[in-house]
């Protein structure tokens, strides 16, 4: 069965940093894009970040624009995404999954999703 377990959150103070990430079993892993996703209490799941299998292509929400920066490490099977200058409305549980077809900003378009990592920002 696939695996992906998110780690790295936590409470830091708004302006801080946090680096996430996100370990796969998945056999293929080089072969997949893989995306950061984040929900929010009552809120839908809304994209985060998103990372082609050769690393050459990044996608952004506009949010995190010019703060965070998603990666890969192919050898480890592993996606990161380091978030800087956070603010209190990162606060959510923050999600990795494997993109298999479509938008890469819709939730729809991504399977084998971890059990999330809270990141709590405080003012």
């Known amino acids: 069965q696939v695996q992906l377990v998110e780690s790295g959150g936590g409470l830091v103070q708004a302006g801080g940093s946090l680096r996430l990430s996100c370990a796969t079993s998945?056999?293929?892993?080089?072969?997949?894009?893989m995306g950061w996703f984040r929900q929010a209490p009552g809120k839908e799941r809304e994209f985060v970040a998103a990372?082609?299998?050769?690393?050459?292509?990044?996608y952004y929400a506009d949010s995190g624009k010019g703060r965070f920066t998603i990666s890969r490490d192919n050898a480890k099977n592993t996606v990161y995404l380091q978030m800087n200058s956070l603010k209190p409305e990162d606060t959510a549980v923050y999600y990795c999954?494997?993109?298999?077809?479509?938008?890469?900003?819709?939730?729809?378009?991504?399977?084998?999703w971890g059990q999330g990592t809270q990141v709590t920002v405080s003012s």
């Open positions: 999954a494997a993109f298999t077809g479509g938008s890469y900003y819709d939730a729809k378009s991504y399977r084998h």
């Open positions: 998945l056999r293929t892993f080089s072969s997949y894009t």
């Open positions: 990372i082609g299998w050769s690393a050459g292509r990044t």
